[in-house]
């Protein structure tokens, strides 16, 4: 649903919070927008610049909110609980089918990296920024989902640095299927692309799907560049 991001609407509670499905209707991609906007404006908002030249587009832009960096992304779950500055997230929308690309349109502007959240990253310190976009499908049996305040997601992301921090891992064992797309240059006209998603487990059935888009691939580290910025349409599964 929603993959050419036609669909936002602002929350009737906080019009400064864009949501990437229409007003009323059911949610299927999710942004950080919700933690970033405690303290300050969307970075993940609707843009009438699109590849097709009708609807939206998602934009996508890395910025330095108040105390923090935050890289624009949009995802395929729930945004659930915003803990302090950091997000919690429930990852994956079920899906049962077995396609072979993620395809889609994008333009990215690429800055170099002057925000790092965690010394481990300082070598990236004056590197271009790159935009990052992967698709994962997973296999989740019963017993083997993540609890968040009763709800069950097939992960829960918690992006605090720490013992309690939890990211995607390619080396999940559910994970039947990955693939990957990194730009680190900037690409001005809009550019059609496509994830080869390989299967590393060919017996087992998806149960779930995951895609995330970020316009800063170290995001999750709350390290990038200000201003790099991801637009992003026209996407589409391939099969």
């Known amino acids: 649903p929603n993959t050419s991001f036609d669909e936002w609407h602002t ?7 864009y949501c990437p499905w229409a007003q009323g209707g059911t949610s299927f ?9 405690t303290v300050g404006n969307s970075n993940s908002i609707p843009t009438d610049d699109t590849s097709t030249g009708s ?20 995802f395929t779950g729930t945004y659930l609980k915003t803990e302090g500055t950091n997000g919690v997230l429930g990852f994956g ?3 049962t089918a077995f396609p072979t690309k993620l395809a889609f349109d994008y333009k990215y502007k690429s800055e170099q990296i002057n925000k790092v959240g965690d010394s481990a990253y300082n070598y990236l310190m004056g590197r271009p920024d790159s935009c990052n976009i992967y698709v994962a499908l997973w296999h989740v ?6 609890d968040f305040q ?13 013992k309690e921090q939890n ?3 390619i080396d999940d064992p559910r994970v039947i299927a990955y693939g990957q797309f990194t730009q680190g240059k900037t690409i001005s006209d809009w550019t059609s692309e496509a994830i080869t998603i390989n299967y590393k487990n ?35 599964l391939i099969y």
């Not at 991609?29 to 906007?37: H, L, M, P, Q, S």
């Not at 832009?61 to 992304?73: L, M, P, Q, R, T």
């Not at 800063?216 to 349409?233: P, Q, R």
């Open 141 to 146: 049996e019963d017993g083997q989902y993540e």
């Open 202 to 236: 060919t017996t087992l059935a998806p149960t779930h799907i995951l895609v995330v888009a970020s316009s800063s691939k170290y995001g999750d580290f709350f390290t990038g560049g200000v201003g790099s910025t991801l637009v992003l349409d026209n996407m589409k």
């Open 167 to 169: 990211l995607f891992s």
């Open 150 to 162: 009763g709800e069950k997601y097939p992960l829960v992301i918690r992006t605090k640095p720490g």
């Open 93 to 95: 929308r079920p899906f």
């Open 55 to 74: 609807g939206m587009a998602a934009y996508l832009e890395s910025k330095y909110i108040v105390i923090k960096f935050a890289a624009g992304n949009i």
């Open 11 to 17: 929350d009737p509670t906080n019009n400064k919070l």
């Open 29 to 37: 991609w999710d942004t950080g927008n919700r933690g970033a906007t």
